[in-house]
């Protein structure tokens, strides 16, 4: 229908075009019943539909149209009526002087995260108050999202909106909405739920804040495909809100955030009381502090106590090391054993006169050592043949008595030749020499 052509309905006049799409065209018009400016929606029928198949499309306009009529809320805007004309349908909405956050994006580029926030808290708002009347919107989308002057958003457009209970496929095979907004459920086929306009929320703060939509690709089918079975791009612009908007795009209907659960956190960000979640953002790992307190003081505690294990350790085997070698008897020989000294071909030095025995040599170079009453050694028994040097005995306890000399022979008693050169200790134990026979006098001879 064109500009010229003038009246809608008896009294809605057509002022100018104020937008357009897929299912129809948006005019400013002017109620000259109530003296008001309105927007009137034209809504187109597919082309492919026959007769039959227009009628129910009609009649289905006017059911959903009545739908969100009983929808009364600041962030909606308002369906005042609903008619018939030039056969298709009408819809007469609140005209609300703004530009659509599409615009906006385009224009301007991606919003801030607090921005976006802010028109994400109104629109839930929005949304539930169209639940709680028992209308779900089933086409929430960046160009459906009114920005007025004051920065109000308003969702608009509930042309396509239905009750919880209808199925979203039409008998002639029609899925209704924007395919890149659709949620999963809706894209397979499913019934529409709260949750799937929950879903519709969180692809277009997505675009509000990134610039761009996370499932549209060349094709219709293809961004049906990426709906269904592909995750979002990485958020590189969200920060703090990109958990969230991460929450509303799950999947599974029943694993996305919560109305609540959503517009408290998109409070606390629009505020600023929301902390900046480090899985979303691109920055190296920072580097990780020392530890303070007792944790700090732990290592020292370690090497103290490891310090302290071995010196108790080497102290314990000095120790018995010492006791051991205390304990132990001298090296040198005990008293009532003899020790063999090597033998030399000067003459052997007699003991002392402070030793408790001595040693007497024998005819045949064998020595008998002739022990005191306190050895225990038997008398008598022979030693190894050769000079004997001072025998060393160890300590007694009693006290060391001086024996009296006396004279061993050998075993066989049988005196044996003296070897030339060889002197015999005297009775006091000192070497001497053999006394010279006195000579006779010449003349007695």
Do not use: C
């Amino acid at each position: 229908m064109s500009e010229s052509a003038g009246l809608v309905g008896g009294r809605y006049r057509l002022v100018k075009t104020i937008g357009s799409g897929g299912m129809g065209t948006v005019w400013q018009a002017h109620d000259e019943v109530l003296g008001r400016d309105v927007a009137l929606k034209e809504i187109h029928p597919p082309h492919e539909l026959n007769g039959p198949e227009r009628d129910e499309f009609t009649i289905r306009t006017f059911r959903e149209a009545r739908a969100a009529g009983r929808v009364a809320h600041p962030g909606v805007a308002a369906v005042y009526d609903v008619l018939e004309e030039h056969g298709h349908p009408w819809i007469v909405m609140q005209l609300i002087p703004s530009r659509t956050l599409g615009e906006l994006v385009r224009d301007q580029g991606p919003l801030s995260p607090a921005e976006t926030a802010a028109i994400g808290v109104q629109l839930l708002e929005a949304l539930r108050a169209a639940h709680a009347a028992g209308v779900l919107h089933r086409d929430v989308k960046p160009d459906n999202v009114l920005l007025t002057d004051s920065g109000r958003a308003v969702l608009t457009d509930f042309g396509i909106a239905t009750t919880e209970d209808e199925a979203p496929v039409t008998r002639t095979g029609i899925l209704v909405g924007t395919p890149a907004f659709m949620a999963p459920e809706r894209a397979a086929g499913g019934r529409a739920h709260a949750a799937s306009d929950l879903w519709s929320v969180g692809v277009t703060l997505y675009v509000a804040v990134e610039g761009r939509s996370p499932f549209q690709r060349p094709h219709a089918l293809a961004t049906l495909g990426a709906v269904m079975h592909s995750e979002p791009d990485p958020m590189a612009r969200a920060g703090a809100l990109a958990p969230v908007v991460l929450g509303l795009l799950r999947k599974n209907p029943a694993e996305r955030l919560s109305l609540d659960e959503a517009e408290r956190r998109l409070h606390a960000i629009m505020t600023g009381t929301a902390p900046e979640p480090t899985a979303s953002l691109d920055v190296p790992p920072p580097v990780p502090a020392r530890p303070a307190g007792p944790n700090r003081r732990m290592p020292l505690a370690v090497l103290a106590a490891g310090a302290i294990v071995v010196a108790l350790t080497t102290g314990g085997m000095a120790w018995l090391s010492h006791r051991d070698s205390g304990a132990r008897p001298p090296a040198s020989t005990p008293a009532g054993s003899p020790t063999a000294m090597p033998s030399s071909s000067g003459p052997t030095p007699a003991p002392t006169d402070a030793s408790p025995e001595r040693t007497v040599t024998t005819p045949g170079d064998r020595r008998v050592r002739n022990a005191g009453p306190s050895s225990g050694s038997p008398e008598g028994r022979p030693e190894s043949s050769g000079p004997r040097q001072k025998t060393t005995r160890g300590p007694s306890r009693e006290p060391t008595r001086k024996p009296a000399p006396t004279t061993s022979k050998s075993d066989d008693d049988k005196p044996a030749s003296r070897t030339p050169g060889q002197v015999e200790p005297s009775d006091n134990g000192r070497k001497g020499k053999k006394p010279k026979k006195p000579k006779k006098d010449k003349k007695d001879g």
